[in-house]
């Protein structure tokens, strides 16, 4: 009966670190596509994700209570940091048009 429980329980922690690796190896995969995206659907996710960041701190700024003059500061300097990474997908998405015609 001992025997038993002891090989249940082994079957259990094997089955757990399996998982365990599994979702480790998943963290790793999503990680990649976010560092190096390669794919169109690497992108929408990456553009996706800036643009709720976007909308969150737009949101943020103007309850912030700032002067007009302040939050329009605010809100440029935002556009100034959002812009570089809105040409890279622009020009990713021009690369993928060329490379289908």
């Known amino acids: 009966m001992l025997k038993e429980a002891r090989q249940g329980s082994a079957a259990a922690n094997r089955a757990a670190a399996q998982a365990a690796e599994q979702e480790a ?9 976010r560092l190096q995206p390669r794919t169109s659907a690497d992108f929408a996710l990456l553009y996706s994700e800036l643009e709720a960041w976007r909308l969150a701190e737009t949101a943020r700024i103007k309850a912030a209570g ?9 809100l440029a300097h935002l556009l100034h ?10 020009a990713f998405t021009w690369r993928m048009i060329i490379a289908l015609c």
Not at 66 to 74: F, G, K, T, V, Y
Not at 81 to 90: C, D, E, I, M, S
């Open 81 to 90: 940091q959002v812009g570089p990474w809105l040409a890279t997908q622009l």
């Open 66 to 74: 700032l002067s007009a003059e302040e939050c329009h500061q605010a």
């Open 25 to 33: 190896a998943h963290r790793r995969q999503e990680a990649q596509r």
